[in-house]
Structures are given as structure tokens and as C-alpha cells.
């Protein structure tokens, strides 16, 4: 799959992982942490592509999360 960020998305979702990565405990994985944010951006995109009246969708980083 590829991706492709606008420039504010990139910025949001550093600091995303940055977020999580210093507040995290001993459970903390960071390979399992990103495979399911972009798991759940893969699921999002799908929901949305789902419906016939989208052709192209810019989607924001708050609508994923």
C-alpha cells in the first residue's frame, strides 16, 4: 500500500506517535502501535471509498483517529 500525506497530515501524525511514544508503559510496542494506526486508516479509507459518492477524499487526521 502506499501512502501519500499532505505536509499538516505528516506534522499531526509525528506527533501522534511522539505523543504516544513518551507517554507509554512496558507494554508498549512501537512496531504493533503504528501497524494499527494505519490498520485503522486503511479501515477508515475503505468505509469512506464504500460509499458511490466519493470519487476523491482528502480525509483529515482527526477524521481517522
Given at each position: 500500500d502506499e501512502y501519500i500525506l499532505m505536509m499538516e497530515a505528516k506534522k499531526e501524525v509525528l506527533k501522534y506517535f511522539k505523543n504516544a511514544y513518551e507517554n507509554k508503559d512496558k507494554s508498549f510496542g512501537n512496531g504493533r502501535f503504528v501497524r494499527?494506526?494505519?490498520?485503522?486508516?486503511?479501515?477508515?479509507?475503505?468505509?469512506?471509498?464504500?460509499?458511490?459518492?466519493?470519487?476523491?477524499?482528502?480525509?483529515?487526521?482527526?477524521?481517522?483517529?
Open positions: 494499527q494506526f494505519f490498520e485503522s486508516v486503511k479501515i477508515a479509507i475503505s468505509i469512506l471509498f464504500s460509499f458511490p459518492h466519493y470519487s476523491a477524499i482528502t480525509l483529515a487526521f482527526c477524521q481517522i483517529l
